[in-house]
């Protein structure tokens, strides 16, 4: 009792300083973007001592994001820095088995004098407690992914084919793109031709690499057994492989010529590569945990479910079918269970699942959104996770509780955030509804705000508790902003995502225009000073919305489209459109659904922002140009803005904070015109 009013005096003693140091905190600034850290990619030593992990900030004197590796122990001490390359970047470290060493992907040039003819990224090891690095592979068309096996004796490469025949000079100008494919493009490769990426084992001592694996297909996600003689992988087969979404798990043996064999056979997605979750090897290498999605007909829409087969007799289960969405799994160290990330409405959490019994346990608890993780040997956790307030930042798990191991955005602490808050709402048919609300700083009980709708992408997410640095910037610049989880989104089941299966704009839009009212109701939100935005479906959504209601006074469409006439055949979508809505030729009313909000443009009336990175083959920029010339036609206020050579994910820091500064400018003008206080 003396220590426990001691402790209260302690507080009433500091109640003066906090509150001094609150007020002097500043306002989240779109400039704070680019001073943030985004972490990633944990991987503990096999004793769990030591914890690797990839860390990106802002090069301001290159102006582009820059990844180098650092390291921490498990207790929390000794972070270091282990890579400073301000001209290449690491990512992706992996320990050998014994934990003398790291292996790593790295786009840095070769030492002098050494070849300089390979080319993108390349596999290169260091010392576990850094020291000069050494390059590996030496692959003409670099390496996309790999794995180093626990003897720590070889490499599990994913590398394309290489552009020109072995010691044939390089062309003046690039060749023509020739292609058959049915998908002809991806927006992280680019154009497809008859190149693959195929699996090799690669000597680690000498460099030499072996193909396992040719032929007209791909493969992904390479897993080695815990014996170092065989490697798991993804792959999709058949007459076109483009045309389905049937990914398989294979498994080979790493020696040349050896022959693969099918392990999974379900007529649907086992393992998609989108969910960057490798097949999870047991302890004993007879069974093996991985995703499985529904149906091809479901597409993204049916919850990934964790599924454990047997190697040798390739008997499948589904330890744990919660109709939820199952990401990362790890085995525990005894083989008795498999941990894994675990989606729920607008949290994804750590737990355990018991693959006799089926029985789940949550591990991490609250309104957080954990990412990854990572597990040694002796079961030892670290977890890669935020909330509403913090970035992404490490911990280790002890328990049931998260203990801090390394957050590299202290720096937060300076600033005045905004917090977040969950609502509960209806639908008009009675649909049970979630929303975050944000209120902006200095919020004012009684108050009307101009308030901002967020329309998330996918259409299968779901706005969760994590850090979002544009909410901040709106917060602190006195706007409230709404992110309302329509039917569509993951994290509630089957039924509430496929709701829109071929019906976009209709359910999700009602859904949408309920949270409106509820912030309205709520007293927050200004029924006269509404907008509404997001980026790829969110766009999407946004074009609709503004297509069939006048009640937003400002919009911001990035990435998105109104006319999916336009987007079948110039995105990377073909095989989905035709599951989902059919062919256009054959199925106009669906696609005539789909484009309501170019083929009606002549009743937007709402003031619009356009964005699109010049070279996204996820939603290209044709999508922004038609919705933009529409509205310019008709005299409709709208600015189109190209962000060159930009894929889907705009990644140059300073587009970033221009698009944050435009995105705020356009808000502020038609939301707030002639008001210039916060």
């Given at each position: 009792m003396i220590r426990r009013l001691q402790h209260l005096a302690l507080l009433a003693l500091a109640a003066l300083p906090l509150a001094a140091f609150a007020a002097d905190k500043t306002p989240f600034t779109p400039a704070d973007i680019n001073r943030l850290a985004v972490l990633?990619?944990?991987?503990?030593?096999?004793?769990?001592?030591?914890?690797?992990?990839?860390?990106?900030?802002?090069?301001?004197?290159?102006?582009?994001?820059q990844s180098d590796l650092w390291r921490v122990g498990f207790d929390g001490r000794a972070r270091t820095q282990l890579t400073r390359t301000p001209d290449a970047d690491?990512?992706?470290?992996?320990?050998?088995?014994?934990?003398?060493?790291?292996?790593?992907?790295?786009?840095?040039?070769?030492?002098a004098g050494k070849d300089d003819d390979d080319t993108g990224t390349q596999v290169w090891t260091m010392p576990a407690d850094g020291g000069e690095a050494r390059q590996v592979t030496h692959l003409p068309a670099g390496v996309e992914e790999f794995a180093l096996s626990p003897d720590g004796k070889q490499l599990a490469v994913i590398a394309f084919d290489p552009e020109h025949p072995a010691g044939a000079p390089k062309p003046k100008n690039p060749p023509p793109i020739?292609?058959?494919?049915?998908?002809?493009?991806?927006?992280?490769?680019?154009w497809l031709g008859a190149r693959h990426k195929h699996l090799y084992v690669v000597d680690l001592a000498s460099g030499a690499a072996t193909e396992l694996t040719p032929g007209a297909h791909d493969e992904q996600l390479p897993a080695w057994s815990p014996d170092s003689k065989q490697i798991a992988y993804v792959t999709r087969r058949g007459a076109d492989p483009d045309r389905t979404l049937n990914y398989d798990i294979y498994v080979i043996d790493a020696r040349a010529g050896a022959q693969e064999?099918?392990?999974?056979?379900?007529?649907?997605?086992?393992?998609?590569?989108?969910?960057?979750?490798?097949?999870?090897?047991?302890?004993?290498?007879?069974?093996?945990?991985?995703?499985?999605?529904?149906?091809?007909?479901?597409?993204y829409y049916a919850p990934w479910q964790l599924a454990v087969i047997d190697v040798a007799s390739g008997k499948a289960t589904i330890p744990a079918p919660i109709d939820r969405c199952f990401t990362h799994p790890h085995w525990s160290p005894d083989g008795r269970s498999v941990y894994a990330l675990i989606e729920q409405a607008e949290v994804t959490h750590l737990a355990r699942i018991d693959v006799a019994s089926g029985k789940v346990t949550e591990l991490t608890h609250g309104d957080r959104f954990d990412v990854d993780l990572s597990m040694s040997r002796n079961g030892r956790i670290a977890v890669l996770g935020g909330d509403d307030l913090h970035p992404y930042n490490l911990a280790a798990l002890d328990g049931e509780h998260l203990r801090p191991l390394a957050d590299h955005n202290e720096w937060l602490a300076g600033k005045q955030l905004a917090g977040i808050e969950t609502l509960h709402f209806t639908s008009a048919d009675g649909t049970k509804l979630d929303a975050l609300l944000v209120k902006p700083i200095g919020y004012v009980q009684g108050r009307r705000y101009p308030t901002i709708l967020r329309v998330h992408g996918g259409p299968v997410y779901q706005f969760s508790h994590e850090f979002m640095e544009d909410w901040q910037v709106y917060a602190a610049n006195g706007f409230a902003v709404l992110a309302v989880n329509p039917r569509g989104s993951s994290g509630r089941g089957f039924d509430f995502a496929r709701a829109i299966y071929a019906d976009w704009g209709n359910k999700d839009m009602q859904d949408l225009m309920a949270g409106v009212d509820h912030a309205i109701k709520?007293?927050?939100?200004?029924?006269?000073?509404?907008?509404?935005g997001g980026w790829s479906y969110g766009a999407i959504l946004t074009d609709e919305v503004i297509a069939r209601t006048a009640r937003f006074k400002a919009a911001i469409s990035g990435a998105g489209t109104g006319n999916m006439y336009g987007m079948y055949g110039d995105d990377e979508y073909a095989r989905e459109y035709e599951l989902e809505l059919g062919t256009p030729w054959a199925n106009r009313e669906a696609y005539d659904r789909a484009s309501y909000p170019f083929l009606h443009a002549d009743r937007i009336a709402t003031p619009t922002l356009f964005q699109c990175g010049q070279i996204d083959f996820n939603?290209?920029?044709?999508?922004a140009e038609q919705m933009y010339q529409a509205l310019r036609s008709r005299g409709v206020p709208t600015q189109l803005v190209v962000y060159p050579g930009q894929h889907h994910e705009i990644s140059v820091p300073s587009y970033l904070r221009d698009r944050m500064q435009r995105n705020l400018a356009w808000y502020e003008r038609f939301l707030k015109p002639g008001d210039s206080a916060p």
């Open positions: 990633a990619d944990p991987a503990l030593s096999p004793d769990g001592r030591w914890l690797v992990y990839t860390v990106t900030t802002t090069n301001a004197d290159t102006d582009q994001p690491e990512s992706q470290a992996q320990w050998s088995g014994d934990g003398r060493f790291i292996a790593f992907l790295s786009d840095r040039k070769p030492a020739v292609t058959d494919r049915f998908q002809f493009k991806d927006d992280d490769s680019g064999r099918q392990l999974t056979t379900f007529p649907g997605a086992d393992l998609d590569p989108y969910w960057a979750s490798r097949p999870a090897w047991s302890p004993d290498g007879k069974r093996i945990a991985y995703l499985r999605s529904g149906e091809d007909k479901w597409i709520l007293g927050v939100a200004d029924p006269d000073r509404l907008g509404i939603v290209p920029c044709i999508g």
